[in-house]
């Protein structure tokens, strides 16, 4: 019964281990960066905080999320492309979610970054699982 669940949810789990992982580097580089470059400059330490989470989340989901162990050009560049136009789709839209949020609402800067943070998660999701390593 156990293994059954663990078949069944070991996707999900690993999403959920390695999306924490990939959100806590996310907002714990983006405080570091917004700190050392001063709030002025909020944008370019988000920027810089998506790339670094990016390439965490790609590795790790490629390996042991969705189990695409190939790393033969055609597959591995195909995937990496695909993770990378999804990623990017979203990382403009976190992009423009802070600018808004913190701009012109005046929320504060990190609890946007943390909402922000949980929709992004579930699109990612999404594209990862249906169109970038679904499995043929």
């Given at each position: ?6 078949l069944?949810y070991?996707?999900?789990?690993f ?11 996310n ?14 400059y ?42 990378l ?12 979610l ?39």
């Open positions: 019964m156990i293994k059954n669940l663990w069944r070991k996707e999900l789990f999403y959920a281990v390695f999306g924490v992982g990939a959100t806590v580097i907002i714990v580089s983006y405080r570091v960066l917004a700190n050392t470059f001063g709030k002025k909020f944008l370019i330490a988000n920027i810089i905080a998506w790339i670094l989470a990016f390439i965490f989340a790609f590795i790790t989901n490629k390996l042991f999320v969705f189990e695409s162990k190939s790393w033969e050009a055609q597959i591995a560049m195909k995937e990496f492309v695909g993770f136009s999804a990623r990017l789709a979203t990382g403009i839209l976190d992009t423009v802070m600018w808004v949020f913190v701009s012109i609402i005046s929320l504060d800067d990190t609890l946007s970054k943390i909402i922000i943070n949980i929709l992004v998660i579930i699109i990612n999701y999404i594209a990862s699982k249906f169109f970038i390593f679904k499995k043929e």
